[in-house]
């Protein structure tokens, strides 16, 4: 018999906290996981969790103007872009139903409030499908 040579596979455990993404927002007071049951699946496939709700009186809709700050994560957690290291902390502007954002985070946003924070899981069909130049995030 000859020694295996297999080596037994490495793997790298990522905490809960860096998989989810809120290791990101750790100054905010909503720093913990979000548990599963947190998360609302749209008919389109979008998922979305409040991470904090906002505190406005009126909920976003179509022709509304919405000013965000994005980050962009790949489904497995890995850091990919955000506003604040692509823009200098600029936030993206623009009319909620216009087509200027990509269609995820179009539908993903409605119905929050002023001041609000929300986790978007965007399916690949309605994510970043156009050409890297078109100011959108993603």
Do not use: C, H
Not at 30 to 48: F, H, M, N, Q, W
Not at 79 to 94: A, K
């Amino acid at each position: 018999d000859s020694p295996s040579t297999d080596k037994p596979k490495k793997s790298k455990q990522l905490s809960e906290e860096y998989r989810q993404g809120t290791a990101a927002l750790a100054d905010m007071d909503d720093a913990a996981p979000v548990p599963r049951e947190a998360y609302k699946k749209l008919p389109s496939g979008v998922i979305y969790a409040d991470l904090r709700p906002g505190s406005g009186s009126t909920e976003t809709q179509p022709g509304n103007r919405a000013n965000i700050q994005w980050v962009l994560r790949k489904s497995n957690g890995y850091f990919v872009d955000s506003s604040e290291r692509n823009n200098g902390g600029v936030p993206f502007i623009f009319t909620i139903g216009d087509g200027t954002a990509i269609a995820g985070v179009d539908e993903g946003i409605r119905g929050m409030k002023q001041g609000g924070v929300r986790r978007l899981l965007i399916p690949p069909s309605l994510a970043y499908v156009e050409g890297l130049e078109d100011g959108k995030p993603g």
